[in-house]
């Protein structure tokens, strides 16, 4: 029972990473393609700025709760995906460092340099996450030991690569609906056209993934099995179809809203579906890591679960807070306050 | 090289990089509050301009030791997956506390302080500031509680063919902890302290911004003062919790070889580790190690030959390390007295602003050392008496590990250059020139 609640925790944590610094990475990938000037780049910074830090930190608890309540996946997963998580890592730290180190000096060839690397920075997590989430529904090769039986090539196959496209197009409309959001003119109505226009091939590869999933992997398992769970799915499919509705109609909040339901859905029907294994393995289903060979002693988790409880839902109030706070459009009065990015 | 030694190496490398950073954060972050409080309880435009001249500074430094923490929390799982395995019940849910508790309330405050000016009352903004230094300072405690049960772990069971937890409480206010804590914790404030001394001399010798700088050194100088003075008995009693639990480390800290009653204190020692003895030993004073690690003149003070040469830390490395950082730790405390002492009229001794330019890299360096002391004195533990550092890695390729090691080595090093070329340059900017207050 402990080992279920963690393991949907550990979902959750996964699910508002993706919603929240979701839509930071979108942007980022987005900047390079329509940004026009140093004013429209600014002004994508600064829709981000008061919000990424704290929405990174979802990943760093969903990398520690990983390893508090799940030590042994914790131990082999981050041993298997080295090479990725350590990409994921520079790229992670070339995004930060771009955000806080770009605007402080006027040269041109500075802020082009942070640019490329705060595009890098975004791009490169978006598809990496993908890609590995992909492939730890399709199993990863680990044998009994829990060894990595494979290299960085053997994660790039068909439907790990599905996977970090649908993540980069999840995250690219969901950055466009934040910006129609945040920007003002023109900007806006370029991020919302773009929301608009790129809802398309991600409607078509979210299809396809759907589809490749039954093929490729046992996630639908477990909604064969409990008819009940298909809500997920179903709620998951017509978040999205609200959003493209509700993008014709310029509701940019109400888009947004539906595109996280979109984002949080998906990441849940995934985990779900995973359930109860964390890190399958695709040699031998005995070799696979699941909540009840990897998990922590019940008195960690139980102290781990009181710990959450307290501490995560005010977490959840205070940055609600902020985002309440800083509702409004990146204005030219907040780009010239020394503090902005 | 090996795998093991390359991860090493890396895990090196990430963590003396992070903790360039570490110490400004968390003593910066509380002078910056104060400044902040001033301005809100005297409503005087100075403090303001100071609390965002230094917030800036603050700020670039910050960015860095966020992003280099997070590689340090993955390593363990990457390059020391046996170890995450073995003791992640216990080690892995201090790393999960620290993030819900600490580092959420951090990062999130720090970007409604930084954008924040407007939005909100003078009293709300001072208020984020203080929850981020507060936050810093926590997150330091669970960290360190981490750390501290690498070097003395209790509280544990092994069960399960792991350690796993037994008693929490007896984890988390471990005295080891509570005294490692105290020491990083004035480390830090030292270091920030001297940090505002150095730049404001810098200004102060160029005749720049006077009234500001005179303030900013005078807050500082008292902040490091207090600081510098508590180490030399916090420093001390982490010593003797060190001695005690860890007197492998201990020994190596001072070279001693022999088991000895009423151990001397030797004030030169030069160790020749190959022939297990001191190659130079002058100047003892009689009794004096015994006394103070011990806190008995009497006491047997156990040498390095008590144990088997593969249970040994590297006596020199650690040797040396501990050394110098005592000696710059006494060398700090004399300097920010004298600043003390001097605090209401620096502008008019330039020797000693010359003085405390220089001294910026001194408490960097004591820190590193200090962190050096820790983690080698530890070997060839990586949990102390319970697991080897060689049983601990990741099964990895040498070449994974190597091209790794070799990009940490690249980006951390553009990095580092690239941060302390923008607080170079803002710290040598000066303030904004118009009072803000005005706005």
Known sequence: ?341 | MDVITLSRLQFAVATYFHFLFVPLTLGLSILVAIMETRYVGTGDGEYKRMAKFWGKLFVINFALGVVTGITLEFQFGTNWSRYSRYVGDIFGSLLAIEASVAFFLESTFIGVWLFGWKRLSPKAHAVCIWLVAAASNVSAYWILVANSWMQHPVGYVIRNGRAELADFWAVVTQSYAVFMFLHVISAAYILSGFFVMGVSAYHLLRGRDVAFFKRSFRMAATFAVIFALAEIVIGDLHGKEMAKAQPAKAAATESVWETTKGAPMYLFVIPDEANERNKVEILGIPKLLSWVALGDKDGVYKGLKEWPKQDRPPVALTFWSFRIMVGLGLLLALVSVIAWLKRNNPDRSPVLLRLMVYSIPLPYLAAQLGWTVTEMGRQPWIVYGMMRTADAASRLAGSQVGISLAAFVVVYSLLGVACYYLIYRFASKGPEPIPAAVR
């Not at chain 1, 129609?180 to 929301?195: F, R, S, T, W």
């Not at chain 1, 109609?249 to 809203?257: C, E, I, L, M």
């Open chain 1, 1 to 341: 029972m402990l080992e279920t609640i963690w393991f949907l925790l550990w979902g959750v944590l996964w699910a508002v990473y993706f919603m929240l610094d979701g839509f930071d990475l979108g942007m980022g990938i987005l900047a390079p393609f329509i940004a026009g000037d140093d004013t429209d780049r600014r002004v994508i910074y600064n829709s981000m700025g008061p919000f990424w830090d704290g929405n990174e930190v979802w990943l760093i608890t969903a990398g520690g709760v990983t390893f508090a309540a799940f030590p042994t996946t914790y131990a082999v997963m981050f041993n298997a995906l080295y090479t990725p998580l350590l990409l994921l890592l520079f790229a992670l730290i070339f995004r930060a460092v771009a955000l806080e180190f770009r605007g402080k000096i006027e040269g041109q060839g500075w802020r082009k340099l942070w640019d490329v690397c705060h595009f890098l920075g975004s791009f490169l997590p978006a598809l990496l996450l993908g890609v590995a989430f992909a492939n730890i529904f399709k199993g990863i090769p680990i044998d009994e030991e829990g060894m990595f039986q494979g290299n960085l090539f053997t994660l790039l196959n068909p439907y790990g690569l599905l996977g970090g496209i649908l993540f980069v197009l999840l995250f690219l409309v969901h950055g466009a609906l934040w910006l129609a959001i945040k920007a003002e003119g023109p900007l806006a109505e370029k991020a919302g056209k773009a929301a608009g226009l790129l809802w398309w091939p991600l409607l078509l590869v979210a299809v396809v993934f759907l589809a490749a999933t039954w093929f490729a992997t046992g996630l639908y398992g477990n909604y064969l099995a409990n008819p009940a769970l298909w809500l997920i799915p179903l709620v998951t499919v017509a978040a999205l179809l609200v959003t493209r509705v509700l993008v014709a109609r310029k509701a940019w909040w109400g888009a947004w809203f539906a595109s996280s339901l979109t984002i949080v859905g998906a990441t849940l029907f995934g985990v779900v579906g995973l359930y109860p294994n964390l890190f399958p393995s695709s040699l031998d289903p005995a070799y696979s890591l699941t909540i009840f060979n990897s998990s922590s002693s019940p008195l960690t988790l139980k102290i781990m679960l009181g710990v959450a409880l307290t501490f995560v839902p005010i977490v959840i109030v205070y940055q609600i807070w902020v985002y309440y706070l800083f509702r409004g459009r990146v204005t030219s009065d907040d780009l010239a306050s020394d503090e902005a990015y």
